[in-house]
T-cell receptor
Framework: AQTVTQSQPEMSVQEAETVTLSCTYD???????LFWYKQPPSRQMILVIR??????QNATENRFSVNFQKAAKSFSLKISDSQLGDTAMYFCAFMKHVASGGSNYKLTFGKGTLLTVNP | SQTIHQWPATLVQPVGSPLSLECTVEGTSNPNLYWYRQAAGRGLQLLFY??????ISSEVPQNLSASRPQDRQFILSSKKLLLSDSGFYLC??????????FGEGSWLTVV
């Protein structure tokens, strides 16, 4: 079974600074997907960024980027120019790739990191 | 565009009462659908997933059940709620690129 570990229960950062959230995972699979989701106080789960394991290039979405280290099974999220609206719980998630025609796509989540952006 | 909605947004139910949470997806056909639960201060736990009408897979033994009576409708139910069923329930669907998208969530408090 796959496991996802987020070793930082809480983090804080000053507005406009950069912060990195850590995530490691354990799997025997070679093809898979990794995600970061953001859950603000509204509790809505919002996709932040997505990475396919077969792609060596790190994914980026505006101020959000990842450092994907497949051999080390590490998938950290970097938030640049932090904004007050970035305050939220951040979840790292893993999805195993299923061969064409399969349907068993399931997300396994870490326990989350609560990020607070201070003014 | 695809959208997902679930309701009710909040629910306070007495122990032993029934439960029905409903989720619908628009703008897509035959999606994979999921029910997750988030207990206070914890991550998300997959409860059920469905790959088609009438097809339900359960991830953990529990007091809850799920049904998919229509292609884009997914219902989470219980005949008799327990205190431990309290939590935040999220419906989700699998979209383009095998990405899971979530609904707004439903707060359930069992008293």
């Amino acid at each position: 079974a796959q496991t996802v570990t987020q070793s930082q229960p809480e983090m804080s950062v000053q507005e406009a600074e950069t912060v990195t959230l850590s995530c490691t995972y354990d799997t025997s699979e070679n093809n898979y997907y990794l995600f970061w989701y953001k859950q603000p106080p509204s509790r809505q789960m919002i996709l932040v960024i997505r990475q396919e394991a077969y792609k060596q290039q790190n994914a980026t979405e505006n101020r959000f980027s990842v450092n994907f280290q497949k051999a080390a099974k590490s998938f950290s999220l970097k938030i640049s120019d932090s904004q007050l609206g970035d305050t939220a719980m951040y979840f790292c998630a893993f999805m195993k790739h299923v061969a064409s025609g399969g349907s068993n796509y399931k997300l396994t989540f870490g326990k989350g990191t609560l990020l607070t952006v201070n003014p | 565009s695809q959208t997902i909605h679930q309701w009710p947004a909040t629910l306070v139910q007495p122990v032993g009462s029934p439960l029905s949470l409903e989720c619908t997806v628009e703008g897509t056909s035959n999606p994979n659908l999921y029910w997750y639960r988030q207990a206070a201060g914890r991550g998300l736990q997959l409860l059920f997933y469905s790959v088609g009408i009438g097809q339900i897979s359960s991830e953990v033994p529990q007091n809850l059940s799920a049904s998919r009576p229509q292609d884009r409708q997914f219902i989470l139910s219980s005949k008799k709620l327990l205190l431990s069923d309290s939590g935040f329930y999220l419906c989700a669907w699998k979209g383009v690129g095998n990405t899971i998208y979530f609904g707004e969530g439903s707060w359930l408090t069992v008293v």
